[in-house]
Protein backbone atom coordinates (compact mmCIF):
# COMPACT_ATOMS: atom_id res chain seq x y z
CA UNK A 1 0.00 0.00 0.00
CA UNK A 2 1.08 3.59 -0.85
CA UNK A 3 1.80 6.14 1.45
CA UNK A 4 0.27 9.17 1.53
CA UNK A 5 2.28 11.82 3.33
CA UNK A 6 5.42 11.98 5.57
CA UNK A 7 4.30 10.18 8.12
CA UNK A 8 7.18 8.54 10.34
CA UNK A 9 4.84 5.80 12.03
CA UNK A 10 3.40 4.51 9.48
CA UNK A 11 1.16 4.91 6.39
CA UNK A 12 -1.30 7.65 6.40
CA UNK A 13 -4.74 7.94 4.75
CA UNK A 14 -5.55 9.07 1.20
CA UNK A 15 -6.66 12.67 1.07
CA UNK A 16 -10.51 13.38 0.84
CA UNK A 17 -12.29 12.49 -2.64
CA UNK A 18 -9.36 10.20 -3.06
CA UNK A 19 -10.41 6.57 -3.35
CA UNK A 20 -9.43 4.60 -0.34
CA UNK A 21 -9.71 0.74 -1.41
CA UNK A 22 -8.96 -1.17 -4.71
CA UNK A 23 -12.62 -1.94 -5.53
CA UNK A 24 -13.34 2.57 -4.80
CA UNK A 25 -10.38 2.97 -7.48
CA UNK A 26 -11.60 0.31 -9.97
CA UNK A 27 -15.21 1.90 -9.56
CA UNK A 28 -13.93 5.73 -10.35
CA UNK A 29 -11.67 4.60 -13.12
CA UNK A 30 -14.87 2.81 -15.01
CA UNK A 31 -16.77 5.65 -14.17
CA UNK A 32 -14.31 8.27 -16.06
CA UNK A 33 -13.90 6.13 -19.61
CA UNK A 34 -18.12 5.31 -20.04
CA UNK A 35 -19.77 8.07 -21.15
CA UNK A 36 -23.27 8.63 -22.08
CA UNK A 37 -23.83 8.04 -26.14
CA UNK A 38 -26.57 11.05 -26.17
CA UNK A 39 -24.30 13.47 -23.84
CA UNK A 40 -21.27 13.09 -26.31
CA UNK A 41 -23.57 13.05 -29.43
CA UNK A 42 -24.88 16.67 -28.24
CA UNK A 43 -21.20 17.77 -27.30
CA UNK A 44 -20.15 17.14 -30.52
CA UNK A 45 -23.34 18.79 -31.74
CA UNK A 46 -22.35 21.79 -29.62
CA UNK A 47 -18.88 22.01 -30.79
CA UNK A 48 -19.88 21.45 -34.40
CA UNK A 49 -22.33 24.75 -34.25
CA UNK A 50 -19.74 26.72 -32.67
CA UNK A 51 -17.19 25.92 -35.12
CA UNK A 52 -19.51 26.14 -38.44
CA UNK A 53 -21.98 29.00 -37.13
CA UNK A 54 -19.32 31.86 -37.57
CA UNK A 55 -18.20 30.71 -40.64
CA UNK A 56 -21.46 30.23 -42.57
CA UNK A 57 -22.57 34.08 -41.15
CA UNK A 58 -19.36 35.37 -42.23
CA UNK A 59 -19.61 33.24 -45.95
CA UNK A 60 -22.87 35.07 -46.34
CA UNK A 61 -22.41 38.61 -45.10
CA UNK A 62 -20.08 39.51 -47.93
CA UNK A 63 -22.22 39.94 -50.94
CA UNK A 64 -19.13 41.13 -53.47
CA UNK A 65 -19.25 41.95 -57.08
CA UNK A 66 -16.93 42.44 -59.65
CA UNK A 67 -16.90 42.52 -63.43
CA UNK A 68 -13.92 40.96 -65.11
CA UNK A 69 -13.72 42.20 -68.65
CA UNK A 70 -11.08 39.35 -69.95
CA UNK A 71 -10.54 36.07 -69.52
CA UNK A 72 -8.80 35.04 -66.51
CA UNK A 73 -7.52 31.83 -64.19
CA UNK A 74 -8.31 31.14 -60.89
CA UNK A 75 -7.62 28.26 -58.64
CA UNK A 76 -5.60 27.31 -61.40
CA UNK A 77 -8.57 26.82 -64.01
CA UNK A 78 -9.67 29.03 -66.45
CA UNK A 79 -12.63 31.08 -66.28
CA UNK A 80 -15.00 33.62 -68.71
CA UNK A 81 -15.16 37.11 -68.76
CA UNK A 82 -18.06 38.32 -66.82
CA UNK A 83 -19.97 39.31 -63.67
CA UNK A 84 -18.52 37.46 -60.67
CA UNK A 85 -19.74 37.26 -56.86
CA UNK A 86 -17.14 36.32 -53.88
CA UNK A 87 -17.59 35.01 -50.66
CA UNK A 88 -14.97 35.70 -48.28
CA UNK A 89 -14.99 32.96 -45.18
CA UNK A 90 -12.13 34.55 -42.91
CA UNK A 91 -12.88 31.42 -40.37
CA UNK A 92 -11.72 28.86 -43.11
CA UNK A 93 -8.64 31.09 -44.99
CA UNK A 94 -10.87 30.95 -48.35
CA UNK A 95 -12.58 32.73 -51.08
CA UNK A 96 -14.96 31.19 -52.74
CA UNK A 97 -15.59 32.92 -56.77
CA UNK A 98 -19.27 32.31 -58.04
CA UNK A 99 -19.29 32.62 -62.27
CA UNK A 100 -22.82 33.88 -63.69
CA UNK A 101 -23.17 29.98 -64.39
CA UNK A 102 -22.14 26.90 -62.97
CA UNK A 103 -20.50 25.92 -60.00
CA UNK A 104 -17.93 28.57 -58.15
CA UNK A 105 -14.47 27.92 -57.44
CA UNK A 106 -12.63 27.80 -53.93
CA UNK A 107 -9.14 29.19 -53.31
CA UNK A 108 -7.40 29.13 -50.34
CA UNK A 109 -5.71 32.70 -48.83
CA UNK A 110 -1.90 32.43 -49.08
CA UNK A 111 -1.75 35.26 -46.86
CA UNK A 112 -3.17 38.45 -45.94
CA UNK A 113 -1.62 42.05 -47.43
CA UNK A 114 -1.55 45.27 -45.31
CA UNK A 115 -3.24 47.87 -47.31
CA UNK A 116 -0.50 50.98 -48.32
CA UNK A 117 -0.79 53.87 -46.33
CA UNK A 118 -3.14 56.25 -47.98
CA UNK A 119 -4.35 54.17 -50.52
CA UNK A 120 -8.10 54.23 -51.25
CA UNK A 121 -10.55 51.69 -49.19
CA UNK A 122 -12.39 50.92 -52.53
CA UNK A 123 -12.20 47.31 -53.69
CA UNK A 124 -10.47 45.56 -56.36
CA UNK A 125 -9.16 42.05 -57.78
CA UNK A 126 -5.37 41.96 -58.83
CA UNK A 127 -4.58 39.99 -62.39
CA UNK A 128 -0.80 38.85 -62.62
CA UNK A 129 -0.23 39.52 -66.32
CA UNK A 130 2.65 37.04 -67.78
CA UNK A 131 2.09 37.22 -71.72
CA UNK A 132 -1.74 36.87 -72.97
CA UNK A 133 -2.88 35.18 -69.43
CA UNK A 134 -4.44 36.94 -66.70
CA UNK A 135 -4.31 35.13 -63.17
CA UNK A 136 -5.96 36.40 -60.34
CA UNK A 137 -3.67 37.05 -57.29
CA UNK A 138 -4.73 39.43 -55.46
CA UNK A 139 -8.58 40.27 -53.74
CA UNK A 140 -8.84 43.63 -51.68
CA UNK A 141 -12.47 44.02 -50.04
CA UNK A 142 -13.36 47.30 -49.17
CA UNK A 143 -12.14 48.85 -46.51
CA UNK A 144 -10.02 45.57 -45.53
CA UNK A 145 -6.33 44.58 -45.45
CA UNK A 146 -6.13 42.32 -48.97
CA UNK A 147 -6.15 38.77 -49.63
CA UNK A 148 -3.24 37.07 -51.67
CA UNK A 149 -4.72 34.13 -52.99
CA UNK A 150 -1.86 33.58 -56.18
CA UNK A 151 1.89 34.29 -56.36
CA UNK A 152 3.34 34.74 -59.55
CA UNK A 153 7.11 34.00 -59.81
CA UNK A 154 7.61 34.73 -63.51
CA UNK A 155 8.07 38.69 -64.25
CA UNK A 156 4.79 40.12 -64.97
CA UNK A 157 2.31 43.24 -64.32
CA UNK A 158 -0.69 44.12 -62.68
CA UNK A 159 -4.51 44.77 -63.95
CA UNK A 160 -7.30 45.71 -61.81
CA UNK A 161 -10.86 45.27 -62.13
CA UNK A 162 -12.61 47.26 -59.25
CA UNK A 163 -14.90 45.26 -56.45
CA UNK A 164 -17.76 46.33 -54.64
CA UNK A 165 -20.43 45.57 -52.72
CA UNK A 166 -23.81 43.88 -54.09
CA UNK A 167 -26.96 46.87 -53.48
CA UNK A 168 -29.14 45.54 -50.83
Known amino acids: MATWGGAIDGPSRPPRGLPRGRRERSV ?26 PAVADAQQAGLVANVPFKFVAAGKPQ ?5 GLRVDK ?24 APEGVMS ?10 DTYTLSEIWVPGEDGFLVHATKETHTHQTTPLGRKAR
Open 122 to 131: GGRLVFDKVG
Open 80 to 84: DAGAY
Open 28 to 53: VEEGVDTVNPKVAGLGSLMALAFVIG
Open 91 to 114: TRGAIELVPPKGAGEVMLVMTRLA
